[in-house]
């Protein structure tokens, strides 16, 4: 059973339409890349699907016991955290606050997650350092691992690579793969077609068309293949 | 050196000031944890915004007569302690530029209605210099005065405890906190409402032109020293009332306005503590 269904969506602000007719399903252990010119509509689907904003038509719906708030997200960086005094494990605990409730104290077991995510990471030596004195890569790998004390199941990312050298960029991709080989389903917002088409299983484009499917079908496919001329760079 | 402590002993022994001291502390211990949140979420300039709001709502009070001129004061410097930082996200006047305005054009329509009214005293230069740079009134507090300060500060502290966790959230990255599914606007609600109180308590202290300092002072001090959000806290809290002590004694012996001597003391241990951060760093 599916993750999230999305059927026939309707994306946009204040009644007009960015993209209309966005069908989608996603499974567990699915790497889904959203792709999609500026504009298209991408920012728009990611705040429907963490239901921060309704569908203009169309429904998404959660299945396979995921229930709302259990999507967790990496959001882009703000201004505001690049000079934010906390520790790297202040942030990451932060993942649990919503599950925490009115209870205003983490417990061992909360605590004992958070370092477990920060080992899946890669980056628990960096546990009682300043978040603002790390590196762009290492401030991403601390968010991934907040993300998953909120989510296990799903992560969602916008842009997780944007302003990371490339060195640093694939070294996070493959992160993200060895998560997703564990089990964690990944949707991806992304820029980057070309890393799009080698790590993903889906693709959903989205803007005037819409196509969605596999990896492979979207290469084959009309605009896939316009699109990854035009953007990929010839990879 | 030994002139003054004798002084000040002496003026120990009476209970106005020691209710100064105590009102003082508390209003400097909770003005300075949010300080934190706000200048870190950039809303460093509420403080000021608000109080000129509340010293015009206080004209206003003070046109009208009211008996107790917070009844008015407080709700009204709480909605618009919401409406400024609702403003903030998503206004056509952003952030900064509403903040100003609100804040000028209160100023000025408090000052023109005690101007204008008939019912106001002889001494309105004074009583204006009074509400925007403290005053001396603050030693002639009564034990309802120090009581009800209790309650607010017990019930700020409170809150702060028990949101602490939820605040750093918000505060770091709210679209995070949203989509895992925090009541992001309840917590930004109770900032608001919060950081309000404690401009009208600080009013008293130091005066609507400089509870700014009260509440960013101490952050300010703390984040060029700590790097964890625990640590800032805690060291700007403790910061906060060791100036605030400092400022009040010193006013006391010195005899300069309390206000300004404490808002003088957070100065210099902000450039302590900022020449601290620049050896650290090396």
């Not at chain 2, 909605?79 to 930082?85: E, G, K, P, S, T």
Request: with cysteine; glycine share 8%.
């Amino acid at each position: 059973m599916a993750q999230i269904v999305c059927n026939n969506v309707a994306l946009g602000y204040d009644g007009s339409a960015i993209a209309e007719g966005v069908t989608f399903s996603v499974s567990a252990g699915d790497y889904l890349c959203i792709v999609g010119e500026n504009g298209s509509g991408k920012t728009t689907l990611m705040k429907t699907l963490l239901h921060l904003q309704p569908p203009l038509s169309g429904s998404v719906t959660l299945g396979d016991g995921l229930r709302p708030g259990e999507i967790g997200y990496l959001p882009q960086q703000t201004l505001v955290q690049r000079d934010f005094p906390a520790s790297v494990r202040e942030i990451v605990l932060s993942g649990f606050q919503a599950r925490a409730g009115l209870r205003p104290f983490y417990t061992r077991a909360e605590k004992q997650t958070a370092a477990a995510a920060l080992d899946r990471l890669g980056v628990s030596d960096l546990a009682r350092r300043s978040y603002r004195e790390l590196s762009g890569g290492q401030q991403q790998r601390v968010l991934l691992a907040r993300a998953l004390c909120a989510a296990g199941k799903i992560l969602l990312l916008d842009e997780p690579v944007s302003g990371l050298d490339p060195k640093v960029t694939a070294e996070l991709y493959q992160a993200i793969l060895e998560l997703n080989r564990e089990g964690v389903t990944i949707l991806m917002i992304s820029h980057d077609v070309a890393a799009a088409v080698r790590y993903a299983s889906h693709i959903l484009h989205i803007g005037r068309q819409v196509f969605f499917g596999t990896r492979d079908a979207y290469v084959q496919s009309e605009i896939g293949r316009q699109f990854l001329a035009r953007e990929g760079g010839g990879a | 050196m030994g002139r003054l402590l004798e002084t000040l002993n002496a003026y120990l022994q009476f209970p106005f000031v020691r209710y100064a001291l105590i009102v003082g502390v508390l209003i400097a211990l909770c003005a300075s944890l949010l300080g934190v949140t706000l200048v870190l979420k950039r809303f460093s300039f509420i403080g000021d915004g608000l109080s000129h709001v509340a010293f015009g709502a206080m004209a206003v009070a003070s046109v009208l007569q009211l008996s107790n001129q917070l009844l008015l004061v407080l709700p009204l410097t709480v909605l618009c302690a919401i409406l400024l930082l609702r403003a903030g996200q998503n206004a056509r006047i952003k952030g900064d530029a509403a903040i100003a305005m609100l804040s000028v054009a209160a100023l000025a329509f408090g000052y023109l209605l005690l101007r204008l009214s008939p019912s106001t005293s002889a001494n309105l230069s004074g009583d204006v210099c009074t509400t925007l740079f403290g005053s001396a009134s603050f030693l002639t507090l009564s034990m309802q005065d120090v009581w009800f300060c209790v309650f607010l500060s017990a019930a700020v502290l409170g809150l702060f405890a028990l949101f602490y966790n939820k605040l750093f959230a918000v505060t770091f990255d709210e679209n995070f906190a949203r989509a895992v599914g925090t009541r992001a606007d309840v917590y930004n609600l109770l900032i608001a409402a919060v950081i309000a109180v404690i401009i009208v308590l600080g009013m008293k202290l130091v005066g609507s032109l400089l509870i700014s300092a009260l509440i960013i002072f101490p952050a300010l001090s703390a984040m060029r020293v700590f790097r964890s959000f625990r640590a800032v806290t805690l060291f700007s809290a403790g910061l906060s009332v060791v100036c605030a002590l400092l400022g009040l004694l010193l006013s006391l012996a010195a005899g300069t306005p309390v206000g300004a001597t404490i808002v003088a003391a957070d100065a210099a241990a902000f450039v302590i503590c900022w020449l601290i951060g620049v050896f650290l760093r090396k």
